[in-house]
Nanobody, 124 residues
Framework: QVQLVESGGGSVQAGGSLRLSCAAS????????MGWFRQAPGKEREFVAA????????YYADFVKGRFTISRDSAKNTVYLQMNSLKPEDTAVYHC?????????????????WGQGTQVTVSS
C-alpha cells in the first residue's frame, strides 16, 4: 500500500503560480507511475500530468502543456507539479495518484493509489 499526501494548494490570481507536492510513503517501490488529476465541482476527475520513474517520460493533458511541469525526486519519493500562468478554469481539487504499472493510458482507473487532494483556486 502506498500513502500519498499532497500539499501546496492555495488561492492565487490569474497569471500566478503554485507548486504542488505529493509525498509518497509505504510501498513506494510500487509507485512506478505518478500523476496528477483534478476535479472541479460538478465535473469528472480529469488527467493533468504524469511521470514515470527514472526518466521514463512525462505526459500532459493538452490544456496544461506549456504551463505546467511535472517532476519527480525519487530519493525523496516526491512528485511535484509546477503550475504557471494559472487560469480561473484551473480551479479544482488536485489529487496525486500512483500505480505500479504504466498501462499506456491515464484514466483514473489506471491508478491504484490516491491522495486526499489539495484545493487550488484561481481568481480572475
Amino acid at each position: 500500500q502506498v500513502q500519498l499526501v499532497e500539499s501546496g494548494g492555495g488561492s492565487v490570481q490569474a497569471g500566478g503560480s503554485l507548486r504542488l507536492s505529493c509525498a509518497a510513503s509505504g510501498r513506494t517501490f510500487s509507485s512506478y507511475v505518478m500523476g496528477w488529476f483534478r476535479q472541479a465541482p460538478g465535473k469528472e476527475r480529469e488527467f493533468v500530468a504524469a511521470i514515470r520513474r527514472s526518466g521514463g517520460g512525462t505526459y500532459y493533458a493538452d490544456f496544461v502543456k506549456g504551463r505546467f511541469t511535472i517532476s519527480r525526486d525519487s530519493a525523496k519519493n516526491t512528485v511535484y507539479l509546477q503550475m504557471n500562468s494559472l487560469k480561473p478554469e484551473d480551479t479544482a481539487v488536485y489529487h496525486c495518484a500512483s500505480d505500479a504499472f504504466y498501462r499506456g493510458s491515464f484514466t483514473p482507473s489506471d491508478f491504484g493509489s490516491w491522495g486526499q487532494g489539495t484545493q487550488v483556486t484561481v481568481s480572475s
